[in-house]
């Protein structure tokens, strides 16, 4: 085998080798949002990374929600307040709430279910 061959042959491994790792790299999404069925289904608010995060989380959502905030089971079915980053954190916490709900706030069972004012800050 010449010298030129095994040339050849490295540099298109290597090739193959960036073209096979790299994709993959730079998708990954460390805090990916809306996991879980329908998650995000009918929401029309923005979403940040790791938000609506558990089966119906944020289901017919209608306003925005921070980064980590809507994690749980059905955590913010029909809401229309803004939450707060890292609020809203367990199952059917803020369900119809229609308050602005401030960073790390509503945490625990019902917590803020049916919320028609503000909360936190």
């Known amino acids: 085998m010449s010298g030129r ?3 050849s042959i490295v540099a298109l491994l290597s090739l193959a080798a960036v073209f096979l790792i790299l994709p993959s790299v730079a998708s990954a999404d460390p805090d990916p949002s809306c996991v879980g069925d329908d998650a995000c289904t009918r929401n029309t608010g923005a979403v940040a990374s790791g938000a609506c995060i558990g089966d119906r989380a944020c289901l017919d959502n209608s306003a925005d929600v921070r980064g980590q905030g809507c994690q749980g ?16 954190q367990g199952e059917a916490l803020c369900n119809t709430n229609r308050g602005t709900i401030a960073r790390d706030s509503c945490v625990g069972s019902r917590s803020c279910d049916k919320n028609f004012g503000p909360v936190g800050e």
């Open 5 to 7: 061959f095994r040339v």
């Open 73 to 88: 089971i059905e955590a913010c079915i029909a809401n229309d307040g803004l939450v707060g980053r890292g609020s809203c």
